[in-house]
């Protein structure tokens, strides 16, 4: 077996130990004589593992008791749609755009009631994160929207914004469970865990008891109403139960770290090795504003796009995988979420550093 450093922005990188259980329990879970894929969505055995991870993301988040946790499938663009569906009483929401991510929520959005763009980095290809202390939040507004870590251009939201009392809904995909996150600021969390979490086909939403209501846009399918969802204990229809599993054990394997302030401090540290490596480097720069930087999705260039392409093409073949930046913007990018190790980042860097000297 020969393992990758792989830099995937998602479907990304697991924790080994993770993994290593899953084939362990892959035939038999417990003594239940079948996989978590087998079983019954309503079996003790599978309403055990989705009570313990939902118990285990409450202590991890310290989520308040007046939200639900509700695990989903549909992915982070069926949010797009779900969250005006359920929001939208007024029929008017506040977009903050800080990337390709907040702009499709946006578009989405449009389609149930007015959106307006209360603030936007647009102008400068997303590369920054506009002062959001006083925004001009619309008197009717159902809600203020944000994509918090902008997983494509590599940055983050470290102030959120002042929302004059609207409810803030916040797309927490690529930094879910990255560091410990204030709950209820919110009104609702969402994040697909295909990014730091788990494998792709769940969404946890986190979102607090009064936001889930019956008054929906109407004619909200059943399945998009987070009240249906809510008050099936995430069980009105069959959930994805391996994935669901996947994510406890990774909740289980969080906890063992020590939680999510450790988590962040592992992240800091490795995040700070490869920042002051581009700013001190003579080829490879970051593309992003210093204060705006996120600690999850790292993109940088070269300047030129030839060598940029020699570069990751060197880098894969040396085990350094998934380092082509997002379609949409070029050049590199490193994602290195909780599961990536330190030593992962540190070896990235000096292969860099050695590509430098060949090529600056
Ligand atoms: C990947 C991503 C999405 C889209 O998720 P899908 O599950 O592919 O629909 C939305 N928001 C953010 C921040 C993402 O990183």
């Not at 969390?189 to 019956?214: C, F, H, S, Y």
Request: aromatic fraction near 10%; glycine fraction near 8%; hydrophobic fraction near 35%.
């Amino acid at each position: 077996m020969s393992r990758v450093y792989n830099f995937s922005a998602g479907p990304a990188v697991l924790p080994e130990e993770v993994l290593a259980t899953a084939r362990d329990e892959m035939l038999e879970y417990g003594s239940s004589g079948m996989s978590v894929m087998e079983m019954s969505h309503r079996s003790k055995d599978f309403t055990d593992i989705l009570d313990c991870a939902e118990a285990d993301l409450r202590e991890l988040m310290d989520i308040p008791s007046n939200y639900k946790v509700l695990f989903l499938q549909g992915g982070g663009n069926t949010q797009f749609a779900m969250v005006p569906m359920n929001l939208m009483k007024n029929k008017v929401a506040d977009y903050i755009l800080t990337g390709q991510w907040s702009k499709k929520a946006a578009k989405e959005a449009e389609i149930y009631g007015k959106v307006n763009i209360i603030a936007s980095s647009q102008d400068k290809t997303f590369s920054y994160i506009p002062d959001l202390s006083d925004l001009p939040v619309s008197e009717d507004a159902d809600y203020v929207y944000i994509c918090q870590n902008n997983t494509i251009y590599g940055t983050t939201i470290w102030n959120l914004p002042n929302t004059k009392g609207k409810d803030l809904v916040s797309d927490i995909s690529s930094m879910f469970l990255s560091q410990p996150m204030d709950v209820k600021k919110y009104g609702i969390l969402w994040g697909g865990v295909q990014k730091n979490v788990g494998p792709a086909g769940v969404t946890i939403v986190i979102i607090r008891e009064d936001l889930i209501r019956e008054d929906v846009l109407p004619f909200t399918p059943t399945m998009l109403k987070y009240k249906t969802h809510a008050d099936h204990g995430s069980l009105y229809n069959t959930p994805p139960c391996y994935n669901i599993y996947i994510c406890g054990l990774v909740f289980k394997w969080l906890k063992e770290m020590g939680g999510l302030a450790e988590m962040q401090k592992r992240n800091e540290k490795k995040a700070s090795l490869l920042y002051k490596f581009l700013d001190d480097s003579r080829l490879f720069k970051g593309t992003v504003e210093k204060k705006d930087r996120s600690l999850m999705n790292v993109p940088f260039v070269t300047g030129n796009e030839e060598l940029d392409k020699k570069f990751i093409s060197q880098a894969s073949e040396a085990g350094f995988k998934n380092l082509k930046g997002h379609r949409t913007v070029g050049g590199m990018r490193a994602s290195i979420y909780n599961a990536m190790p330190y030593e992962g980042v540190e070896k990235l860097v000096e292969f860099m550093s050695d590509f430098e000297k060949e090529n600056a």
